[in-house]
């Protein structure tokens, strides 16, 4: 059954299928999201660190370009639609004697390579007085500029309340079955029926490669897995990592990181997964990651709260590859630092569809009302706190079922509601019953991230 | 002012005459808690300190002055001594080391508390880890299969206890989760469970907004009732009666870690039966979660030499 004709169909709303709505809302067009997912943003983009990044090695691939110039188009759209994060700096840490006689030679190669970021040489002395924090083995460093730590789920949902409210449809929860390229036109088959479009987009992230398939393409990805550790406070003001005389193309290693919230954030490691909904978290992972970090501070580093692991579609090459084929544009192998790159990576593709024949007229668009929320001026706020870890009201559960949240899962990640230090202890039975009401349902039915997570009976 | 009005924070409120700052339900875990320590029922001492000195609020911020208090009618900053009292809080996954998927059906335990006391069913063959009273007093209440896996042992239970009251007890580790959507089974040293809820009940005192006064279980995990109401007193006498301090080290928890020499009492948190010595001075916990005598002197260290029994 035919459900309906678009200009453009997006496939995957993780943050690149996100971005790119939210460029094509700009334009007097009909367009249709669809996702997997019960909400938007679940794939690769729920389980990253949000560092918006600077350096990525090597300097010349088209991600580490994508990456420097999406890096201050990403805060600005972070400031236009109200999105919460912390600007700091990268501090790549020497701790060996050797590390000190190469340190300037990588600083002048990072001068060279980073053009409108800063980069300095940092000795001893100041770094420890200004990051009390760290190990008395760090012996110097580079301190490099541009970087940030971006409410990711407060991203994710802006881009797609901006979407929305500006016309995009969503279709979440509805699975891509079938691709067929016709004249002037290609047919989308789902689990629901299907669609026509002027031109589809492949941004499936992580299944981005089966939807190339169903175009007659055919791509293998490496699964590379990363774990993040969450502890319950920050240690420093800047992101610390250590410095490698080798470092692997395929991860830049990793760093003690931080939350816009001020959690503290170890990770990520890389070891490869055969399977695509392996996010688990072994004892090794926490080995490693505790191994490498912890001899670059010498203060504890609080309750280890949680792990939680995401998987990169890690291409041939090593490097984003965006190609069209007929009607469709494809855009594969979006790992990191795909978040930083994402605004620009979407202009790429805009761009790639206007070549193509796609009439991008201009239209007004509404703003986006940025998620207000107690904790983020608490002395000047008033409600019934129901998380008192992240300092969550009731008004803000409510308002995330309103802003489209179906699941508890929604509910913590637009609210960050049962995701302190407690974990849930206090606040859970609050949130279910809160939500049920606002919902207009029985708290039996609610589910914690889609079919079969029911929660309680 | 104190923080929480649980059991603890209601006893301290009586004894120091302060006000109580509370979010939620004044009573705590203890208000609906019928399962006894020693002969002794929590809701019976809950009633018994029960009191509407309470504001109704969050404390998000606390220094040396007072307090940040948030509620539906604004922020605003209570002068006073600050006095935490906002009970244990269950030790994460990656503190017990279990690792694997976070599938639904894995429950703090005082969310399950709160759910089970609510009407909910949190699931069919649920799994408690973490052996004390809280575990024990919830499991009281589940019409569920029941299983504990012993993390930790109980200070003021017996095994016995449990398995006279038809809870299966497995003692060993929890290693890794597994399931989908809802949780499915569980890997443990000593072999796989099925199970679709897993209670987390291994607790440690919860301090969030870091103060040097604490109370109850935010100062030191204690499973019997009537003791958490005699270390609210022992924290009242020693504000309330100033003098010099007396700071306490010992190899087994114990509250409060700074006591006011004209007090010198300490609760040490051992099972009846421990052999103690006490600034050099050997003894043996008559009772668990002893009060013990300590001796003048700036620093007195209590050592655990075993048990008797």
């Known amino acids: ?457 | 002012m104190i923080v929480g009005a649980g059991l603890s924070g209601l006893a301290a409120a009586k004894f120091l005459r302060g006000v109580l700052v509370e979010r939620g339900e004044v009573g705590g875990f203890f208000l609906r808690d019928e399962y006894p320590v020693n002969g002794v029922r929590g809701c019976d001492l809950v009633r018994e300190f029960m009191e509407s000195n309470v504001i109704k609020g969050t404390v998000f911020e606390a220094d040396e002055g007072g307090a940040w208090v948030l509620s539906e009618e604004g922020s605003r900053y209570l002068r006073g001594t600050v006095i935490g009292a906002n009970g244990f809080r269950e030790r994460t996954l990656l503190e017990l080391g279990v690792f694997g998927s976070r599938p639904s059906g894995v429950f703090p335990l005082y969310s399950a508390w709160e759910l089970v006391n609510r009407g909910y069913r949190i699931g069919e063959r649920v799994v408690i880890y973490g052996f004390n009273h809280y575990s024990l007093s919830l499991a009281s209440k589940l019409k569920a299969e029941v299983t504990f896996i012993l993390g930790s042992g109980s200070i003021a239970h017996e095994e016995a206890e449990a398995l006279d009251r038809g809870f299966g007890v497995m003692i060993g580790a929890l290693k890794r989760i597994e399931g989908k959507g809802r949780l499915e089974a569980l890997r443990t040293s000593e072999g796989d469970l099925k199970s679709d809820a897993l209670v987390l009940a291994e607790l440690s005192p919860w301090n969030p907004l870091n103060l040097s006064y604490t109370v109850g279980n935010a100062a030191m995990i204690t499973e019997d009732p009537s003791k958490v109401v005699e270390g609210a007193k022992l924290l009242a006498s020693s504000i309330l009666s100033g003098g010099r301090r007396v700071e306490v080290i010992s190899d087994a928890p114990h509250f409060p870690r700074e006591v006011s020499e004209e007090v010198g009492r300490v609760i040490v948190g051992v099972k009846r039966g421990t052999k103690l010595r006490v600034g050099g001075v050997e003894m043996i916990a008559e009772e668990s979660y002893p009060l013990i005598e300590i001796p003048k002197g700036d620093r007195i260290r209590i050592e655990v030499m075993g048990c008797t029994e």
């Open chain 1, 1 to 457: 059954m035919m459900r309906d004709s678009y200009d453009v169909i997006v496939v995957g709303t993780g943050i690149i299928g996100l971005m790119i709505t939210y460029k094509l809302s700009h334009y007097d067009l009909r367009v249709l999201a669809i996702d997997r997912n019960p909400e938007p943003g679940w794939g690769v983009s729920r389980a990253h660190a949000a560092v918006v990044h600077v350096v990525q090695l090597p300097f010349r691939s088209l991600k580490s370009k994508l990456a420097r110039s999406g890096n201050p188009e990403l805060l600005r759209i972070c400031d236009e639609l109200g999105v919460r994060y912390r600007r700091t700096s990268t501090l790549i840490l020497a701790t060996e004697p050797h590390h000190l006689l190469v340190l300037p030679l990588i600083y002048l190669y990072l001068r060279l390579n980073l053009r409108g970021f800063s980069v300095r040489l940092r000795g001893r002395g100041p770094l420890l007085r200004e990051e009390p924090a760290l190990s008395n083995r760090v012996l110097g460093g580079i301190e490099v500029g541009g970087y940030a730590v971006v409410d990711n789920f407060d991203l994710l949902y802006a881009l797609y309340e901006f979407s929305k409210s500006n016309g995009v449809e969503f279709s979440l929860g509805e699975e891509v079955r079938g691709v067929e390229q016709l004249d002037g036109s290609v047919r989308v088959i789902t689990d629901r029926g299907a669609y026509e479009a002027s031109y589809l987009v492949n941004a499936a992230g992580l299944w981005a490669d089966e939807v190339l398939k169903l175009t007659g393409g055919n791509i293998k990805f490496e699964l590379g897995k990363g774990v993040l550790l969450v502890f319950d406070r920050a240690i420093s003001s800047r992101l610390l990592a250590p410095l490698y005389l080798k470092p692997d193309p395929k991860t830049k290693g990793g760093a003690i990181m931080f939350t816009h919230d001020n959690r503290g954030l170890w990770g990520p490691n890389l070891r490869f997964t055969e399977r695509k909904d392996d996010t688990s978290a072994d004892e090794q992972d926490l080995r490693t990651l505790t191994e490498k970090f912890s001899r670059l501070i010498k203060t504890d580093a609080g309750i280890p709260i949680k792990a939680y692991a995401g998987i990169r579609p890690i291409p041939p090459g090593d490097d984003f590859i965006i190609e069209r084929r007929g009607r469709v544009i494809h855009v594969l192998g979006t790992e990191s630092p795909g978040f930083t790159a994402s605004p620009s990576l979407a202009e790429l593709v805009l761009r790639m569809l206007g070549d193509s024949g796609l009439r991008l007229n201009e239209k007004p668009v509404s703003r986006r009302e940025p998620f207000r929320r107690a904790r983020d001026d608490p002395k000047r706020a008033r409600g019934h706190v129901i998380c008192a870890c992240n300092l969550v009201t009731e008004e803000e559960i409510r308002e995330a079922v309103r802003r489209g949240a179906k699941t508890l899962k929604g509910i913590f990640y637009r609210t960050g509601a049962c995701m302190g230090t407690c974990q849930g202890s206090r606040c859970l039975a609050d949130v279910l019953e809160v939500a049920a009401d606002e919902m207009g349902v029985d708290a039996r039915h609610l589910q914690l991230g889609g079919d079969g997570s029911w929660v309680v009976s």
